[in-house]
């Protein structure tokens, strides 16, 4: 078994047409061979924040 830290990359998601941010994001890439996608720490000051697997497409 390998240990490895994986850094998160801070995000934040905006409306394109108006440019207020929708979200702020915490994003993290997993590869665990049979599952890869993405580790999300989401939060919204109106909703609040929530933990998220964002699995990648065709997996």
């Given amino acids: ?16 047409l108006a440019g207020d941010v929708i979200t702020d ?4 890439q997993i590869d665990l061979g049979a599952l890869k996608g993405k580790l ?4 919204n000051e109106n909703v609040g924040g929530q933990v998220v697997f964002v699995p990648t497409k065709g997996t």
Avoid: D, G
Wanted: a negative charge.
């Fill in 1 to 16: 078994m390998t240990e490895e830290i994986i850094p998160f990359n801070l995000v934040a998601y905006e409306n394109s």
């Fill in 25 to 28: 994001a915490a994003e993290a």
């Fill in 40 to 43: 999300m720490i989401v939060y």
